[in-house]
């Protein structure tokens, strides 16, 4: 069983906190998220909608270089705006979850949903492309390949918002099958992320992002607290998302986990169901209260107080656990494509083995991570 631990992440430790901390957060994350939407505007990531004179124009008579280093720096900023979007959005989102006794409840049940689709929408186009990466990366690992510095622009040249895609496979040091997975892999999410930005493109331009966008602007002046905010101490609440967390942390296989290979979750492994995999629902689980519990942290605590190193490591090993789970399903349905290659499938299976491996580490290291004693300071 997982122990509990109460250190300088406790929600339930240090002075009382009132709802008037809850509204100093919440407004300040409202001002994050219209300052993002205002430079991804600005640096043409907007709509028709957008203000006018928002978007700079490129000067005349300007070098083919300069006009490519521009649009570079542009797209750069446009990531940074679009990430610095979904950071605020899901910050919002979970703090009304966890403390939504203390907000009037009609307007935090209309907006939460809302900003929990906001953020789903803007996080696909990097989703599909950091996986296209790391399965990339991986064929050229299992192949003794030299490794692919993904900064590298492929053979397709930038994606759809300017920005540079992962490189395919040097061609020359892989096998055809490899080659050709990687090929196959490269259309597929490439098409995926492509169609993920036109998705989040129209979703910024559409009349449900703007009436979220408008209640967010709200937010940043006035929050809805209840009448009884203002003397209900926040730690009860925090404290029962910290106990969520740990009781969800209790019921995962962590006895299985101690051990860096779970034969058991290669069970599935040839299955012709492409339902996610049946082991990983609880660790997304998981990652997502971990998730809840640092933001009730941030609310009761403040951003700049500095989180216990234990949590910050496990955290990064449920990001390592989601993203090769998702990068093993990718595999496997790429391996279930039509009449390719028995060479390609066979790769795509070796590909799909390595990254339900990468689960196991994840896994592990988790495991490792939060049964970790925390020594305090005499």
């Given at each position: 069983?997982?122990?509990?631990?109460?250190?300088?992440?406790?929600?339930?430790?240090?002075?009382?906190?009132?709802?008037?901390?809850?509204?100093?957060?919440?407004?300040?994350?409202?001002?994050?998220?219209?300052?993002?939407l205002?430079?991804?505007?600005?640096?043409?990531?907007?709509?028709?909608?957008?203000?006018?004179?928002?978007t700079?124009?490129?000067?005349?008579?300007?070098?083919?270089?300069?006009?490519?280093?521009?649009?570079?720096?542009?797209?750069?900023?446009?990531?940074?705006a679009?990430?610095?979007?979904r950071?605020?959005?899901?910050?919002?989102?979970?703090?009304?979850?966890?403390?939504?006794?203390?907000?009037?409840?009609?307007?935090?049940?209309?907006?939460?949903p809302e900003?929990?689709?906001l953020?789903?929408?803007?996080?696909?186009?990097?989703?599909?492309?950091?996986?296209?990466?790391?399965?990339?990366?991986?064929?050229?690992?299992?192949?003794?390949?030299?490794?692919?510095?993904?900064?590298?622009?492929?053979p397709?040249?930038?994606?759809?918002?300017?920005?540079?895609?992962?490189?395919?496979?040097?061609?020359?040091?892989?096998?055809?099958?490899?080659?050709?997975?990687?090929?196959l892999?490269?259309?597929?999410?490439?098409?995926?992320?492509?169609?993920?930005?036109?998705?989040?493109?129209?979703?910024?331009?559409?009349?449900?992002?703007?009436?979220?966008?408008?209640?967010?602007?709200?937010?940043?002046?006035?929050?809805?607290?209840?009448s009884?905010?203002?003397?209900?101490d926040?730690?009860?609440?925090?404290?029962?998302?910290e106990?969520?967390?740990?009781?969800?942390?209790?019921a995962?296989?962590?006895?299985?986990a101690?051990?860096?290979?779970?034969?058991?979750?290669?069970?599935?492994?040839?299955?012709?169901?492409?339902?996610?995999?049946?082991?990983?629902?609880?660790?997304?689980?998981?990652?997502l209260?971990?998730?809840l519990?640092?933001?009730?942290?941030?609310?009761?605590?403040?951003?700049?107080?500095?989180?216990?190193?234990?949590?910050?490591?496990?955290g990064?090993?449920l990001?390592?656990?989601?993203?090769a789970?998702?990068?093993?399903?990718?595999?496997?349905?790429?391996?279930?494509?039509?009449?390719i290659?028995?060479?390609?499938?066979?790769?795509?299976?070796?590909?799909?083995?390595?990254?339900?491996?990468e689960?196991?580490?994840?896994?592990?290291?988790?495991?490792?991570?939060?049964?970790?004693?925390?020594?305090?300071?005499?």
């Amino acid at each position: 069983m997982a122990q509990r631990h109460h250190d300088v992440t406790d929600p339930a430790a240090g002075p009382v906190t009132t709802g008037e901390a809850l509204a100093g957060y919440l407004r300040g994350q409202a001002t994050e998220f219209l300052r993002a939407l205002r430079l991804h505007r600005e640096t043409g990531g907007g709509t028709s909608h957008a203000p006018a004179g928002s978007t700079a124009a490129g000067a005349p008579g300007g070098t083919t270089t300069a006009t490519a280093a521009g649009a570079s720096s542009g797209a750069t900023a446009r990531v940074d705006a679009a990430r610095a979007l979904r950071r605020s959005a899901r910050r919002i989102s979970g703090s009304l979850h966890t403390f939504r006794p203390l907000l009037e409840p009609e307007w935090s049940e209309g907006i939460r949903p809302e900003l929990a689709w906001l953020s789903g929408t803007l996080a696909l186009e990097h989703a599909y492309g950091a996986r296209l990466e790391r399965l990339l990366l991986a064929l050229n690992r299992l192949s003794g390949a030299a490794p692919v510095p993904p900064q590298l622009v492929g053979p397709g040249g930038p994606s759809a918002d300017g920005t540079a895609r992962p490189a395919a496979p040097d061609r020359g040091n892989l096998t055809v099958g490899a080659a050709k997975a990687g090929a196959l892999l490269d259309r597929q999410l490439t098409l995926a992320r492509t169609r993920a930005h036109s998705t989040a493109l129209q979703a910024l331009g559409s009349s449900r992002f703007h009436a979220v966008a408008d209640k967010v602007a709200v937010l940043a002046s006035e929050v809805p607290l209840t009448s009884a905010a203002a003397a209900t101490d926040l730690r009860a609440l925090a404290r029962a998302a910290e106990e969520r967390l740990a009781d969800a942390v209790t019921a995962l296989p962590l006895v299985t986990a101690g051990s860096p290979y779970n034969a058991e979750a290669l069970i599935h492994g040839l299955s012709p169901d492409p339902a996610p995999h049946p082991q990983d629902a609880p660790w997304h689980q998981v990652r997502l209260l971990l998730r809840l519990h640092r933001y009730a942290c941030e609310v009761v605590h403040g951003r700049g107080t500095p989180l216990d190193v234990r949590l910050l490591t496990a955290g990064e090993a449920l990001d390592r656990h989601r993203d090769a789970s998702e990068a093993s399903s990718a595999a496997a349905q790429a391996a279930r494509t039509p009449r390719i290659a028995p060479a390609t499938a066979y790769a795509l299976g070796v590909l799909h083995a390595d990254q339900r491996h990468e689960v196991e580490a994840a896994r592990y290291a988790f495991q490792r991570s939060w049964q970790k004693q925390t020594i305090g300071a005499p």
